[in-house]
């Protein structure tokens, strides 16, 4: 059983920058591939970002490409999201979720392992 938190949602302006992270629980962090998605109000939960178990490959959605890094760090159990020259369509609630499978840059989020409860990111013009 592993359960996430993610942390480090907030408001922020238009072209600024922020950071999410995800804590997972439990020893069997590192056989996880880690992914994020979101959910923006009226719309349905996208594919963000994900991260192989070793951190070795990573894959993005197009509309975050050159934008957003992902990372982990298997030590402390930590997944985290980088957000670099964010815009307000980049408003939404952020969502940690682990899979034993990878799907590439096309993560189904009905099929990942574990979800976490989300972190609200806003973005202002």
């Known amino acids: 059983q592993v359960q996430l938190q993610e942390s480090g949602g907030g408001l922020v302006q238009a072209g600024g920058s922020l950071r999410v992270s995800c804590v997972a629980s439990?020893?069997?962090?590192?056989?996880?591939?880690m992914g994020w998605f979101r959910q923006a109000p009226g719309k349905e939960r996208e594919f963000v970002a994900a991260?192989?178990?070793?951190?070795?490959?990573?894959y993005y959605a197009d509309s975050v490409k050159g934008r957003f890094t992902i990372s982990r760090d298997n030590a402390k159990n930590t997944v985290a999201l980088q957000m670099n020259s964010l815009k307000p369509e980049d408003t939404a609630v952020y969502y940690c979720?682990?899979?034993?499978?990878?799907?590439?840059?096309?993560?189904?989020?009905?099929?990942?392992?574990?979800r976490g409860q989300g972190t609200q990111v806003t973005v202002s013009s």
């Open positions: 439990g020893r069997t962090f590192s056989s996880y591939a």
């Open positions: 991260i192989a178990w070793s951190g070795g490959r990573t």
């Open positions: 979720a682990a899979s034993r499978l990878e799907y590439g840059s096309s993560w189904p989020w009905l099929l990942v392992d574990y």
